[in-house]
T-cell receptor
Framework: EADIYQTPRYLVIGTGKKITLECSQTMGHDKMYWYQQDPGMELHLIHYSYGVNSTEKGDLSSESTVSRIRTEHFPLTLESARPSHTSQYLC?????????????FGQGTRLTVV | GESVGLHLPTLSVQEGDNSIINCAYSNSASDYFIWYKQESGKGPQFIIDIRSNMDKRQGQRVTVLLNKTVKHLSLQIAATQPGDSAVYFCAENMGNYGQNFVFGPGTRLSVLP
């Protein structure tokens, strides 16, 4: 069982609300990632981080933002949620820079914006 | 939300048969590859990995084959069981300093009784 946690698991929220999806890992991994996945569809990278104070945009454009103030924590924020943001958001982490190991995934947050 | 990308291809196999799931990767510089299994409502879970200096690796009931010449990866599952029903993704990484894992589109495996 991977030590990476996402909260909440499910979230239903109204349009225009600000939300933060939490992701924490206790493995000391430098690299962390956020993926967006619609049901039955591919995984799309929206943000990643190499370490503290490092954040980069991924392959898929997203209106969300991320921060990496602590190694173990990589929250994702939507300033003003819209129905188009309805999706599953998966957080992952992988080994420190200089090593090459698999990415460990959290259970995901399924977001519904109404 | 608005869906992006492709709907997943589906592979249906009889329980007890062997399954072969294929994946084409994009970057000839990638030197580390992973297969993930994603069950409904869960995050992807690691199944098996392989480095580019190998062409075959075996695990428990699973075998990964790597053909670098044609940039092709396959996952073989022996004696497929109902619990193997899931979506399977391959991922490639460009070595120790690779930016991130690039995931393939995924294949939905459906095990028929």
């Amino acid at each position: 069982e991977a030590d990476i946690y996402q909260t909440p698991r499910y979230l239903v929220i109204g349009t225009g609300k600000k939300i933060t999806l939490e992701c924490s890992q206790t493995m000391g991994h430098d690299k962390m990632y956020w993926y967006q996945q619609d049901p039955g569809m591919e995984l799309h990278l929206i943000h990643y981080s190499y370490g503290v104070n490092s954040t980069e945009k991924g392959d898929l454009s997203s209106e969300s933002t991320v921060s990496r103030i602590r190694t173990e924590h990589f929250p994702l924020t939507l300033e003003s949620a819209r129905p188009s943001h309805t999706s599953q958001y998966l957080c992952a982490s992988s080994g420190s820079t200089g090593s090459n190991t698999e990415a460990f995934f959290g259970q995901g947050t399924r977001l519904t914006v109404v | 939300g608005e869906s992006v990308g492709l709907h997943l291809p589906t592979l249906s196999v009889q329980e007890g048969d062997n399954s072969i799931i294929n994946c084409a990767y994009s970057n000839s510089a990638s030197d580390y590859f992973i297969w993930y299994k994603q069950e409904s409502g869960k995050g992807p879970q690691f199944i098996i990995d392989i480095r580019s200096n190998m062409d075959k690796r075996q695990g428990q009931r699973v075998t990964v084959l790597l053909n670098k010449t044609v940039k092709h990866l396959s996952l073989q599952i022996a004696a497929t069981q109902p619990g193997d029903s899931a979506v399977y993704f391959c991922a490639e990484n460009m070595g120790n300093y690779g930016q991130n894992f690039v995931f393939g589109p995924g294949t939905r495996l459906s095990v028929l009784p």
